[in-house]
């Protein structure tokens, strides 16, 4: 029987990227402009001006393409891109390997701003990656938060 692996290095897309088409993009615009002006019509000219710097940000990133980032699970923590995640930071795991975008490894952070860490992860490591993290901090059914299956839904 081989040793199991002590460090497990992969890279993946930041994110999912959905094309988006001419017809999401004018959804979006139509959208925004209805919205804000239902908002300035109710006597919020704020909220209108937030709703439309919100749509034009979608629309400036809804094309752009993930970028490649560097993943590893180590005995030391957990590393995305340059920044390491120490067990000491982290509650609980979950490997969720029912997906539909494939397997990923959710971690609950103890740190406030960052509560939970989604990670996807390649087939062939679920095994080597489950005895790693599972020697150090317990396993707990977690869920891909709903902002994020809104997001996803939207093409995000």
Known sequence: MSEPARSIYWEAPEHNHIEK?????????????????ASIIFDNALFGIVILLAAMVMFMTGNKHPRIIPFEVSMRGVRIDSDLYPYATLESFYLDEENHTGPQLILKSKKLFVPLLILPIPEEYIEDIEHIVSARIMEEHLEEPLSHKILEFVGF
Not at 29 to 37: E, K, P, T
Request: no cysteine.
């Open 21 to 37: 088409t001419a017809d999401w993009y004018w959804v979006l615009g139509i959208l925004a402009v209805a919205a804000s002006i």
